[in-house]
């Protein structure tokens, strides 16, 4: 980095994102992923959090008069300023959502996409809204609202594209520092492809354009401990051979992740093979031979990916953002999540707003349970174990989530040393009819009658819950959404 002037990693200093946090203590029920087809319950358990955010202990079997001889004690570090946060019966605590891609500077075009498919999509309505956000009080307004919609949705971390200009992608990650969202930003980089009025004007222009955002949250956030800044070249279409070799050398530099889209659409195939003859029809080919996949590059999409491409993603450690409700809304086609597991490729969930309509990880997970029904019903492909499970999504939301990433060591989970991302969930428990007309907590969709098993509360959660049942959501112990 030292190239171009930026503060290292090393430096250390910043107090933006250390939240004057207290330390915790949480009891109740705990659920998360221990594998990719196993959800592990920990029931009548604490887990305590230091005023740093980070989970230092894990304690099943405990209730409160317990933690308090048992787990108080033992830490030192607890203070009696330590709050207590309990879980009503019936909620439960979850790791937060990571969605490993989206579209900050989309979000007001949610649920605004015709019968466009990608190429006149990006024409129709997404350079102009993009292109619209230079202003910054247009900027502030509609980057606040995504990190507020989000949060409220239970996604703790975000990989979020802004637009190509400086200034408001500067904002977005400001703005995630004060809302306390965890975040990657990139600024997009686009020489081609774009109208006149929202494209960089020369590779060099986009270069010095990314290393200035780049360096800009490096200085708000050395140590990269709330928001890291990533390398996005918006796709090989969008971007002429010499920028890409521009950002893949910077990639190499800098060592910081890359996120980009690959294969998401029959027509976008087509031009990447027209634009860049030399890749042999391999759009997979065309980045690695700018250095940009990496084992930190994020993938978005890659609906159409053929074998040897996989392949090629797979020997280089790339990761896969699937984004089923955006392939589904413009028609790209339907990814096979089981066949890139199956190789061995890192998936997680991607919202991609707005060419996705909504910005809940939990719709996503839903529909990538259906998306799987579908590629399992193809003629000719009937085979079972295409087909996703609850476990397996809520895993791909979280855990795979963190893996794409490169955070699988701090978030995803909840175990000594991870920092705590979590959400609270609370499910509507049916109970007396009277009782509920004299109004309460918001019900939401998924009712619990009583007799339910866990699984089946987690299940009806998955493809039932939205934001309502999202009580509470937590990013490195500080409190950044409560639902009133
Ligand atoms: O879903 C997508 N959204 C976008 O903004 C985009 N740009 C290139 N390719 C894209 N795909």
Redesign the pocket.
Known sequence: MGDIGMPTATLGGSTETKSPSRNKLFLGTFIHSKTLTELEYLHNAAVAVNSLGTIVAVSPDTDLAKAQTTILPQLSWLSEDTEIIVAKPGQFFFPGFIDTHL?AS?YPNVGLFGNST?LDW?NTY?FPLEASLSSLPKAQKVYSRVIRKTLSHGTTTAAY?ATIDVPATNLLADLCLSSGQRALIGRVCMDQLGPSYYLDESPAESLTKTKQCIEHVLTKDPKMELITPIITP??A??CSAPLMKELGQLAKETDLPVQT?IS?NKN?IALVASLFPDAGDSYAEVYDMFGLLTPKTIL??AVHLTEKEADLVRERRSKVSH?PC?NSA?T?GAARVRWLLDKGIEVGLGT?MS?GYSPSVLEAARHAVLVSRHICMDEGRSEERDKLSVEEVLYLATRGGAKVVGMERKIGGLEVGMEWDVQLVGLHEVGDEEEEEDGGEEEGNVDVFGWESWEEKVAKWVYNGDDRNTKKVWVRGRLVHERR
């Open positions: 579209h989309q990608l990006l997404t594209y918006r796709f279409p969008a889209h998401e976008e978005a999409h984004c955006s413009i790209s991609d060419g």
